[in-house]
């Protein structure tokens, strides 16, 4: 168990109004900064979806954000999938809405099983043996339930080149990705990676737009379903949308500043 988990329950379903709205306010400053981002670079806001990032958030404050507007969530550890998934459950069904859940953390090959019934995307496929191993995991639960059923999956790329990131080498991703691509189990939708940790834009701009190109050959090549680029966070969001990101995942924009690690 992660050790913040010991300190905070991430089932909660109570809620301060002054917390909700520090959360409302949060979600509406985000989304104005993505639209102005979007239109700066000539592009819809439609075309840019934001993604809740809730690592540490309870139940309660990640309803108040889909109350607010949100629709895609996304966890970076299994057990905070787990351990919320109840209260999220019922929460949506109460409020007749439905989000979509990513994963957006390194995921251990003995967690595949346990996540699969909650999330429909990966974000974090940073291997061949990984990509085989979900694909495995997909096949027998399909097999268990006689229901046709794939996964989408999106590469992770690690453009920055440091060691603290994981991600495929760039060099890599071209053939890594049209081996995912013919797994039937999954559905390559897109590609993903971490803007690198420096001030210098230039730098960071051009991991995003190396990216952006090799999402634009894999569908030259033939690869129509990779579609998507998930990049930006809250420090870089603006850099990557005018890059072409569709997909952002912010946590500090629209929670504050976390209370655990």
């Not at 905070?8 to 949060?26: F, M, V, W, Y």
């Not at 108040?64 to 949506?92: H, M, V």
């Not at 379903?225 to 990557?240: E, I, K, V």
Request: with cysteine; aromatic share 2%; hydrophobic share 40%.
């Amino acid at each position: 168990m992660t050790a913040y988990m010991d300190h905070k329950d991430l089932a909660n379903t109570i809620i301060t109004p002054e917390r909700a709205q520090q959360i409302s306010d949060g979600v509406h400053r985000t989304l104005e900064a993505v639209s102005q981002a979007a239109v700066k670079a000539g592009r819809e806001p439609h075309e840019v979806t934001l993604l809740a990032a809730t690592k540490t958030r309870d139940v309660a404050e990640i309803l108040s954000a889909i109350d607010a507007g949100i629709r895609c969530i996304g966890e970076n550890r299994p057990q905070e999938i787990l351990a919320k998934a109840d209260g999220l459950k019922q929460g949506l069904a109460e409020r007749g809405l439905s989000v979509s859940q990513h994963m957006i953390g390194q995921l251990q090959s003995n967690k595949i099983s346990k996540v699969l019934p909650y999330v429909q995307v990966i974000e974090s496929v940073d291997s061949l043996k990984l990509a085989e191993r979900i694909a495995r995991r997909v096949e027998a639960s399909v097999e268990a339930s006689e229901q046709t059923h794939t996964v989408g999956v999106y590469l992770e790329v690690n453009e920055s080149g440091e060691e603290s990131k994981s991600g495929c080498e760039p060099q890599e991703a071209l053939e890594l990705a049209a081996a995912i691509s013919a797994m039937p189990q999954l559905c390559l939708e897109g590609l993903m990676t971490i803007g690198a940790h420096v001030q210098d834009e230039k730098i960071v701009r051009r991991g995003f737009e190396h990216l952006r190109n090799l999402r634009d050959s894999l569908r030259g090549g033939g690869i129509e379903t990779c579609s998507q680029l998930s990049m930006g966070m809250s420090a870089d969001m603006q850099w990557a949308i005018e890059e072409g990101s569709t997909i952002v995942r912010v946590g500090t924009g629209i929670f504050g500043a976390r209370a655990f690690i």
